[in-house]
């Protein structure tokens, strides 16, 4: 089988081990293993929504929880408004069309963010 060294981790590797590159002439691989590559996307999406999380100030605005940022989420005031989800874009690039998204967003916990979901699907069910 044909081996490869990746340009990341220095380590070679079975062809196999890397992403093929539809673009390039037929056989061509991308220069970092599927491992370097998928480890280095988590990393870049991790660092997105600390960006995120910091320009809305790091703290549910209801509660003032900030110990987890894996429970912070980002909800918007007015759905109808909303142009896209922010933890569901898989963005990695912190940019002006993203704060444009967050400006119509308040920051809060993942059981605050529950309770004002519940508060809008049962307000006319008393």
């Known amino acids: 089988m044909e081996k490869k060294i990746c340009s990341k981790c220095k380590i070679e590797k079975l062809i196999t081990e890397f992403h093929k590159r539809p673009t390039r002439k037929s056989g061509s691989t991308h220069s970092w293993c599927k491992k370097c590559n998928l480890e280095d996307t988590v990393r ?11 320009y809305k100030g790091g703290k549910c605005e209801n509660c003032g929880y900030n110990t987890c940022p894996d429970a912070l989420e ?13 933890s569901k874009s898989r963005l990695t690039k912190f940019d002006q069309r993203v704060k444009n998204e967050l400006d119509k967003c ?3 916990c993942a059981n605050c963010h529950r309770e004002e979901h519940s508060k809008q699907k049962y307000a ?3």
Do not use: A, M, W, Y
């Not at 980002?74 to 922010?86: A, M, R, Y």
């Open 124 to 126: 006319d069910v008393v």
């Open 74 to 86: 980002f909800h918007h005031l007015e759905p109808g408004e909303k142009d896209f989800s922010i």
């Open 106 to 108: 308040v920051i809060l």
């Open 44 to 54: 870049r999406q991790r660092l997105f929504k600390k960006n995120c999380i910091d």
